[in-house]
Nanobody, 124 residues
Framework: QVQLVESGGGLVQAGGSLRLSCAAS????????MGWFRQAPGKGREFVGR????????YYEESVKGRFTISRDNLKNTVYLQMNSLKPEDTATYYC?????????????????WGQGTQVTVSS
């Protein structure tokens, strides 16, 4: 099993930047494919991006490409989501998630382990 704790959320103005962190403990961190998801008021949980075990492959939802960057530091057991050029529509609770295998699917149901979420609010 793995435990995940997100941090770094807050209130920022449109156009600003924020970096979220996800600290992992428990199972061997380096063997997990890590994903970021978000859930905005009135919407379901949606895929933001993911990063493979080694960090050699990243994937992003189209609306965040060029603005968000996922990285991981396996020595620190931490995954990051760097968010730039934030927009009000990015306002949501952001969750990190983990799964054992690299899979093609970006469905939330493919990730069995989740953090508690961190709130990101972007003002206009």
């Amino acid at each position: 099993q793995v435990q995940l704790v997100e941090s770094g959320g807050g209130l920022v103005q449109a156009g600003g930047s924020l970096r979220l962190s996800c600290a992992a403990s428990g199972r061997t961190f380096t063997r997990y494919d890590m994903g970021w998801f978000r859930q905005a008021p009135g919407k379901g949980r949606e895929f933001v991006g993911r990063i493979s075990w080694t960090g050699g492959n990243t994937y992003y939802e189209e609306s965040v490409k060029g603005r968000f960057t996922i990285s991981r530091d396996n020595l620190k057991n931490t995954v990051y989501l760097q968010m730039n050029s934030l927009k009000p529509e990015d306002t949501a609770t952001y969750y990190c998630a983990a799964r054992i295998r690299d899979l093609a699917t970006t469905e939330a149901g493919s990730y069995p382990y989740w953090g508690q979420g961190t709130q990101v609010t972007v003002s206009s």
